[in-house]
């Protein structure tokens, strides 16, 4: 590839890296396509090609699962300790923490979150969770049971790792995904090979980098690039692979799991959302409008547990869709490397006409915009802020996950909390909520009622390493993080001996 110019902003070290001839990982060694074809990695902030990466295909994606395989069977790291695994965790945590400008740069390079966001939360977060599992090695166990059949026995449980894991993440945080994703696998003892979304690939690539640095021993991870019908699908269905685990929309879940049907490998899936945020009548409003802001806006709102659909009651709806809309309005919307952004593009050109196109298809069916319902630049993958009300529930925009900076506003006229319940459950999904009130009964009656993996109370969007993510219906299947991830990465045995 031509070189092309770069963001001068950018630290040397990074431009370098986005402009080398990049290989995957398979089996411990840096690598190209068999093919050697290669795809454009876009700068969504100006539309440029600013890299070229290898297009894995079936050939590739079956030459690391079966590096993964023998690492598993045969390799050095099923015989390791498991402090062992959890020193190696921990140095690669360790390893990303010195490099944190390093990749907060690739993050909003690849794709267009600001800048100063990657650095508090995308890096940060992902060294937290490797650190937080490599503190699990050491307790992953079972369990003993008194039984009633006659006679004297010891009866125990092992937990065992499940074997080779594919994993496939998404584009909208690449660095944490993958780490959300490598990390219980690892320190459950399983190998993996990693496929990372082709609109942003470079974080995961650099990560790469880190993980032969840190000494994994050689097939434990691999790392692909690729599209999904070359890679993801060919990894889903091989045989070889004892474990699928996928983040990304629902209507890909789907296809992963008719593909893992061949040799009914387990599955894990977090998908799409299209979550509430109820805002009570004596909901803090100092607190309510902005956090409920957040909710939505958050990462260009390209996040699956985002607030997209705003509850008020009637006789603070008013203030509240002021108070969102005088927000929206006043986000700076820019390139991700100026300190001055607050929201960056879109990821993608795909993933603009897709936000736009919602919009233009709740404008067209009656829904008034309060603020936002544009594109906010020429160049580059920018959207205004959009805040949509008068909508109804069978507009598209309000039954269907945007992925972008979209809420839709809805009024609702009495405290009648089985009611609200039910408008909130309408929805094929159920990953998050937030409710927002000073009465702590009528928070945990709505926690109780809300059919979602997670609720928040008086917050949004507050994520840790011990605190099990995942959704109900069609958000998914299984949880990320905290320990209940480890049953995801695991197998149980049961061993009886008679005494």
């Known amino acids: 590839m031509a070189t092309i110019a770069l963001d001068p902003r950018l630290d040397r070290k990074v431009s370098q890296f986005i402009q080398q001839d990049h290989r995957m990982f398979i089996d411990g060694r840096f690598v190209k ?23 894995a295909e079936a050939v590739d994606v079956d030459r690391a699962v079966r590096a993964a395989r023998r690492a ?22 360790d ?6 400008e390093e990749f907060a740069e690739l993050e909003s390079m690849d794709n267009g979150k600001p800048l100063a966001i990657a650095r508090v939360a995308d890096v940060p977060l992902a060294v937290d969770l490797f650190r937080y599992m490599a503190g699990w090695t050491t307790k992953i166990m079972g369990q003993t049971f008194p039984i009633s059949m006659p006679g004297e026995y010891l009866t125990y449980t092992m937990r065992e790792p499940v074997g080779v894991v594919g994993q496939i993440i998404p584009w909208n945080f690449p660095l944490l995904m993958a780490a959300w994703k490598l990390g219980p696998a690892l320190a459950a003892g399983n190998t993996v ?17 880190l993980i032969h640095e840190a000494g994994f021993p050689e097939g434990v991870v691999n790392v692909l690039t690729g599209y999904g019908e070359g890679a993801g699908a060919p990894l889903a269905a091989h045989e070889m692979v004892d474990k699928i685990a996928f983040t990304g929309s629902t209507e890909v879940g789907r296809l992963i799991v008719k593909a893992a049907a061949g040799n009914l490998k387990k599955v894990t899936l977090e998908l799409g959302g299209k979550s509430p945020a109820i805002v009570f009548p004596d909901a803090d409003l100092s607190k309510a409008i902005p956090g409920t802001a957040s909710a939505i806006f958050f990462n260009h709102g390209q996040c699956c547990c985002a607030g997209s659909r ?50 233009d298809s709740g404008l067209q069916e009656g829904a008034k915009a309060r603020s936002g319902g544009k594109k906010a630049a020429d160049r580059g993958y920018f959207v205004q802020p959009t805040v949509l009300t008068d909508t109804n529930p069978e507009m598209k925009v309000v039954r269907e996950e945007i992925f972008g900076p979209v809420v839709c506003a809805v009024s609702f006229s009495d405290a009648d909390i089985e009611r609200i319940a039910r408008e909130a459950n309408d929805t094929e999904y159920g990953l998050a909520a937030s409710v927002w009130t000073k009465d702590i009964s009528t928070a945990n009656r709505m926690a109780k009622r809300i059919r979602s993996g997670t609720v928040w109370i008086n917050c949004h969007n507050v994520f840790d390493a011990a605190l099990p993510f995942g959704g109900y219906k069609q958000s998914g299947w299984g949880r990320e993080m905290g320990a209940e991830v480890l ?12 005494l």
Do not use: C
């Not at 390893?95 to 944190?100: C, D, H, S």
């Not at 090979?193 to 980098?209: C, F, H, I, R």
């Not at 991700?336 to 919602?358: A, I």
């Open 310 to 359: 705003l509850f008020a009651h009637e006789s603070v709806f008013d203030e509240v869709v002021e108070g969102v809309s005088g927000i929206a309005s006043k986000i700076r919307v820019g390139n991700g490397l100026d300190p001055q952004t607050d929201m960056g593009p879109l990821v993608s050109e795909e993933q603009f006409h897709k936000v736009t196109g919602y919009i």
């Open 72 to 93: 598993f069977d045969d390799g050095p790291w099923p015989k390791m300790t498991p402090s062992q695994r959890g020193r190696m965790i921990w140095k690669l945590a």
């Open 487 to 498: 049953n995801n990465y695991t197998e149980v045995k049961a061993v009886t001996t008679a």
């Open 193 to 209: 090979v990693l496929k990372l979304a082709e609109q942003t690939p470079l974080s995961g690539l650099k990560l790469a980098e």
């Open 33 to 55: 396509a068999a093919s050697d074809k290669t795809f454009p990695v876009y700068n969504p902030a100006t539309g440029e090609v600013m890299a070229q990466v290898p297009e």
């Open 95 to 100: 390893l990303l923490e010195e490099r944190l």
